[in-house]
């Protein structure tokens, strides 16, 4: 098997962890101020270096410093910054056509990555896509193409679920800060109701999945009607809500009650998806067949490209004409994610992600006999979380989340933090990262823990 820095596009970047200012270095503290200057406030920052080039395991910023890389964009880069593949299908296509609108002109890269969805989600039964830009865009169509098919309105969300930033997918989502504090007024016709959320069952993980199985379809059941239902949308890992794995057992039994009044059951594998928990799809996990499902980020290498694939019969739902945009499956990010697929099934990428399970937890799970502040550790694949806390209890610790995180990042580890808590510390390596830099990764973990 080739070497990551092979694996990469571009010239060869050393897969290695590399300090060599304070961080953030100078050069970044320059861009920051310029940053700071020219753009929104409202866009964040989780690590205040600016980067130079990526691939394989690691990001080297602006001042000649390497990062191990634990974040991949957010769940994006699963084969690798600038994959070979990735790489050598867009940059032909860019030199071809960049652009025609795929309602004005279709393209045959479109419709190659609408064949290769139907043959890679879930379901033997016929499917189609649509493709669109982001992940949030995905969600608002899957909602459209739902509601048309069933001629309803209401739309049942979970506890701590995250769905994007857009005005629908705003009320879709469950936390108010930042993603919808003062954003408002939200789309109506949006029902939450809880998730099997194991670590934080009141009468305990045991019961979990049965007692939140039963809450959620009595709320829906008395409170919306299942009759006016049109879709439960849920992502099958909860990825900004925390990394919660609802329950097993949870799932299987919404989607039961969904199939039973023929109301749409969406998985939303945006950040789960594309071999991140071991394979291809989250929801595979529990044999969960969703009748449509989203797709985003890992799909195209870090292109923007994003998808809702589904029976045939839903997918059609909406009129001609009813679905679309100017730039949705744009042909150089359809080329890239042929690449990105390609690059998944050659290197069985959905084993690499079992693989890094394999090294990661017993180390996480080893720290967390050490440390008390970490509660729970849960995941799977190369999805994986640790959750913080105040030590004898489970209130959540957001303080020493960020600490934690700042520690990490200061010895050159890019870790990312999420939960609605703020508490949890998730990883999400790309899955081609070097067995090495993984261990090293979780050593600076582990020296920042010690150092708290
Ligand atoms: N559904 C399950 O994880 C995006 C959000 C980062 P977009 N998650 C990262 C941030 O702070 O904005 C996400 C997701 C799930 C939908 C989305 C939305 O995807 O491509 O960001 O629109």
């Known amino acids: 098997m080739s070497t990551m820095t092979e694996m990469?596009?571009?010239?060869?970047?050393?897969?290695?962890?590399?300090v060599v200012t304070s961080i953030p270095g100078p050069k970044s503290q320059e861009l920051m101020a310029r940053k700071q200057a020219a753009v929104a406030d409202g866009i964040g920052t989780v690590m205040p270096v600016f980067a130079k080039r990526a691939g394989g395991g690691v990001l080297e910023d602006v001042d000649g410093n390497s990062f191990i890389?634990?974040?991949?964009?957010i769940a994006v880069t699963g084969v690798g910054n600038s994959a070979e593949a990735v790489v050598r299908r867009a940059t032909a296509q860019l030199a071809d056509f960049t652009h025609t609108c795929v309602m004005v002109t279709p393209y045959e890269p479109y419709v190659e990555v609408c064949e290769e969805l139907a043959r890679l989600t879930p379901g033997d039964y016929s499917k189609k896509s649509a493709l669109f830009n982001s992940g949030a865009e995905a969600v608002e169509n899957a909602v459209k193409i739902a509601r048309t098919y069933t001629r309803r309105q209401a739309i049942v969300v979970f506890d701590h679920g995250y769905h994007g930033r857009t005005n629908l997918t705003m009320a879709l989502t469950s936390k108010n800060m930042?993603?919808?504090?003062?954003?408002?007024p939200f789309a109506p016709e949006i029902y939450r109701v809880p998730v099997a959320y194991p670590y934080r069952w009141l009468t305990g993980a045991e019961n979990c999945a049965e007692e939140a199985a039963a809450q959620a379809i009595d709320q829906i059941s008395?409170?919306?009607?299942?009759?006016?239902?049109?879709?439960?949308?849920?992502?099958?890992?909860?990825?900004?809500?925390?990394?919660?794995?609802?329950?097993?057992?949870?799932?299987?039994?919404?989607?039961?009650?969904?199939?039973?009044?023929?109301?749409v059951f969406v998985a939303d594998e945006i950040q789960s998806g594309f071999c991140r928990t071991g394979q291809w799809f989250a929801c595979e996990d529990e044999g969960i067949v969703p009748d449509l499902i989203t797709t985003a980020k890992g799909i195209a290498g870090g292109m923007p490209l994003a998808a809702v694939t589904g029976r045939a019969e839903i997918m059609d739902a909406a009129h001609v004409g009813g679905l679309g945009?100017?730039?949705?499956?744009?042909?150089?990010?359809?080329?890239?994610?042929?690449?990105?697929?390609?690059?998944?099934?050659?290197?069985?990428?959905?084993?690499r992600a079992k693989r890094i399970e394999e090294v990661m937890k017993p180390r996480l799970r080893k720290l967390a006999d050490q440390y008390d502040v970490i509660g729970d550790v849960r995941g799977r694949g190369a999805?994986?979380?640790?959750?913080?806390v105040k030590p004898g209890g489970k209130e959540p610790d957001p303080q020493v989340t960020a600490a934690l995180a700042k520690a990490c990042h200061q010895d050159g580890l890019l870790v990312l933090t999420?939960?609605?808590?703020?508490?949890?510390?998730?990883?999400?390596p790309p899955l081609v990262i070097d067995e090495n830099l993984l261990n090293e990764g979780l050593d600076v973990l582990e020296g920042a823990l010690a150092g708290l």
């Open 383 to 388: 999805m994986l979380a640790i959750e913080l």
């Open 418 to 428: 999420t939960g609605t808590y703020g508490n949890v510390m998730r990883f999400l």
């Open 222 to 263: 008395k409170q919306v009607g299942a009759e006016n239902v049109a879709a439960i949308l849920i992502e099958p890992v909860l990825g900004e809500g925390g990394f919660i794995e609802p329950a097993k057992g949870f799932l299987p039994r919404i989607a039961q009650f969904a199939k039973d009044n023929g109301i």
């Open 8 to 18: 990469s596009g571009g010239p060869a970047l050393p897969q290695e962890r590399r």
């Open 178 to 184: 930042p993603y919808k504090h003062g954003f408002g």
């Open 325 to 351: 945009g100017t730039y949705g499956g744009n042909p150089v990010a359809c080329a890239a994610a042929l690449g990105a697929i390609e690059t998944m099934r050659e290197l069985d990428l959905a084993s």
């Open 69 to 73: 890389d634990f974040g991949s964009g």
